[in-house]
């Protein structure tokens, strides 16, 4: 069956690369998107974005059909980079639609069979509901400026592969942070591994659901080295670990593994915006320390000194537990290999 996100592929960083391209000769995205011959869609969407619309806000680019087809695209190109992504396209967590009351059951009816005359008992159903209310993630990449106007396969392979890298994290990091409240329960794990796993079975299995594990990378190496028959989960991308999905997230804090319920917890990444700049002034850390509540003082780099270009790639996304037994967290997890005698 022909794949119907094909076409819409390389469509991103098709966009970056005019972007940058306008940016550095004043020309406008429409005349770039002739001269230089790009793929319909993205040629179709550089020729949307005049007048009041921008491709930097995602809830304005979510309105192009085009940009709409090449956000999926995109997100489905992640692979096992993401494990928010990952697990709403295999169908695990539950899809809901963005700025819409949603649901979640506790409590399922329950049939009976009854003969006639007699009562037919039904049971209650407890709704919790809650607003999936959009967010937005931001995913920043520094690139020089000759990778990304180089029209090589080679080169767009390698910006189309940083892209994604930062956009998996960017979204990763988002859905911890929504999801993981003070109210989550939370527990700190012990050298008994089989102990620590029970508590969160115990705590979000109700041999109804659809469960998975979400695992921060140390974690994950951890559990690989498990040599006593729980030990097939992989170090990296999308796995199993007691025979349900395993996703290893660089989105979580070190030493957390989380164990949630995918029918009770409703999700949605509906759109990404893009834009550039040649102009701005980057700290290059993973953890800035200059921001507007107690700057620290640090290093900078002009990008218009270096000849860089940073590109922003937002997602709006949503995510929320419909219970309180949707999701549990096991902290400072350090199992130590198993070693079969």
Known sequence: MQNPHAEYAGTIQSLVRALVIAEKTGETTADI???????????????????????????????????????????????????????????VITRAPLRSRVGAVSEGVVGAVAGEGEARPVSRMTLNGDALLPQQADAIVVLSREVI???????????????????????????????????TPTFAATDNHAADLKQLLDQVNTGEGRLCWIAAPDVANSISLLNDGRGSASPEGISEFLNLPFCVSAGLTAGVLMLLDGDKIVADIESLGVDISRFATLQMNDEPSMDVTAPTATATVSLWQTNSVAIKISALFGVVAGTADAIAVLTDVAWPPVVSG
């Open 33 to 91: 998107a002739d001269r230089l011959r790009l793929p319909a869609p993205a040629a179709r969407i550089l020729k949307s974005a005049v007048g009041a619309g921008s491709l930097g806000d995602p809830a304005w680019a979510a309105q192009l059909a085009d940009m709409a087809a090449a956000s999926s695209a995109f997100l489905q190109g992640l692979g096992g980079r993401s494990a928010f992504a990952a697990l709403l396209d295999q169908g």
């Open 149 to 183: 106007e180089n029209s090589s396969a080679a080169s767009q392979a390698f910006v189309s592969r940083q892209l994604r890298r930062a956009v998996a994290r960017a979204l990763d990091a988002g859905f911890y942070d929504r999801l993981v409240t003070s109210s």
